[in-house]
């Protein structure tokens, strides 16, 4: 099973700060990040593959795509 990296869904609410951009490394184009869904397959704020061939992809879409498998054995039973 290959393995998948992702980007997540930042979001820029009032009572977000630079800390995460600082000492994560997370890369935002706004002023203020307040937090990251990085393993998210939630409507309003998706995870996206990152690269390959469904590079752009949400991860919803990927697993619709790929079938529950990659997910790994423990998930099969979902």
Not at 3 to 25: A, F, H, Q
Not at 32 to 38: G, I, K, N, P, V
């Amino acid at each position: 099973m290959p393995v998948v990296k992702l980007l997540p869904t930042c979001k820029d609410y009032i009572w977000g700060g630079n800390r995460l951009m600082k000492e994560y490394n997370k890369t935002f184009s706004g002023e203020r990040l307040a937090e990251t869904w990085d393993l998210s397959c939630h409507p309003d704020g998706p995870s996206f593959i990152a690269s390959g061939p469904d590079a752009g992809m949400t991860l919803s879409a990927y697993i619709e795509k790929h079938g529950r498998r990659i997910l790994g054995a423990n998930c099969q039973i979902f």
